[in-house]
């Protein structure tokens, strides 16, 4: 799960005027607007846990094929780098899922914060 910024020049309703904003995404997923010069922020609900599901269920159920498309593709490759590629599972999905926490809790944590 990843959050993506960027800034674009957009009109904001409070300065009347076009203006900074910087958006943040969610995997894909439009999360926020907030106007750089007012501070004025839009924030549109997302369930981070619901996105981490959908994104673990669509890499194990793509997997088959995206192996068989190596295998076709190249199968001397394949076998050369499954040995890495098996021994260096555990710490990439380790790694994964630590980022994916970090998103959930930092979303979490924000959204939390406004509420107040």
Same mark, same amino acid.
């Given at each position: 799960m ?9 009109? +904001?309703?409070? =300065?009347?005027? !076009?203006? @900074?904003?910087? #958006? ?10 907030? +106007?750089e010069? =007012?501070?004025h !922020?839009? @924030?549109?609900? #997302?369930?981070?846990?619901?996105e ?11 997997k ?5 498309k ?7 490759q394949?076998?050369?780098s499954l040995?890495?590629r ?20 930092g ?5 939390k914060?406004?509420?107040?």
């Amino acid at each position: 799960m990843k959050i993506k910024q960027m800034e674009a020049d957009l009109y +904001c309703i409070h =300065c009347k005027g !076009e203006t @900074e904003h910087c #958006i943040s995404y969610v995997n894909e997923k439009l999360s926020s607007v907030k +106007c750089e010069e =007012c501070e004025h !922020e839009i @924030e549109f609900n #997302i369930d981070v846990t619901r996105e981490f599901y959908k994104e673990i269920f669509a890499r194990i159920s793509t997997k088959p094929a995206r192996i068989t498309k190596e295998y076709r593709e190249d199968l001397s490759q394949l076998l050369f780098s499954l040995p890495i590629r098996v021994i260096s599972k555990p710490y990439r999905l380790l790694k994964d899922i630590k980022q994916s926490r970090n998103v959930i809790k930092g979303y979490k944590k924000a959204r939390k914060n406004l509420n107040q």
